[in-house]
């Protein structure tokens, strides 16, 4: 099947920017992986896994949180397949574990926002802004 890895976490200092990176191995060419809606999710201690930026990938629509509209972006590239989250003005309150998913067999993100919409995921990697 598919794995997800996520890197580029790290510590910055509010104000800053940091760029993580989720890349897809395994059976990438599977057909339940394919049309998929992608998501960066973040997880603070104590507090609820939420989702951050979603893309899908044959449209390239995105969709932001409200809490990351203007500051945060996420990207694709196909041929490495790979997402990227280019996170800017970073703001303590983003400290968290990120995770990239992903949801196959769809058209649109537009129905896709929660954790349980998402069948593919990464262990994680730690942003921490101070």
């Known amino acids: 099947d598919v794995q997800l890895v996520e890197s580029g976490g790290g510590s910055v200092q509010p104000g800053g920017s940091l760029k993580v990176s989720c890349e897809a191995t395994g059976d990438v060419h599977s057909s339940s992986f394919q049309n998929l809606c992608m998501g960066w999710f973040r997880q603070a201690p104590g507090k609820e896994r939420e989702g951050v930026a979603r893309i899908a990938t044959g449209s390239g629509n995105t969709y932001y949180a409200d809490s990351v509209t203007g500051r945060f972006a996420i990207s694709q590239d196909s041929a490495k397949n790979t997402l990227y989250l280019q996170m800017n003005s970073l703001k303590p309150e983003d400290t968290g574990s990120y995770y990239c998913?992903?949801?196959?067999?769809?058209?649109?993100?537009?129905?896709?926002?929660?954790?349980?919409?998402?069948?593919?995921w990464g262990q994680g990697t730690q942003v921490t802004v101070s």
């Open positions: 998913a992903a949801r196959g067999r769809v058209s649109t993100c537009s129905f896709f926002r929660v954790p349980s919409d998402f069948e593919y």
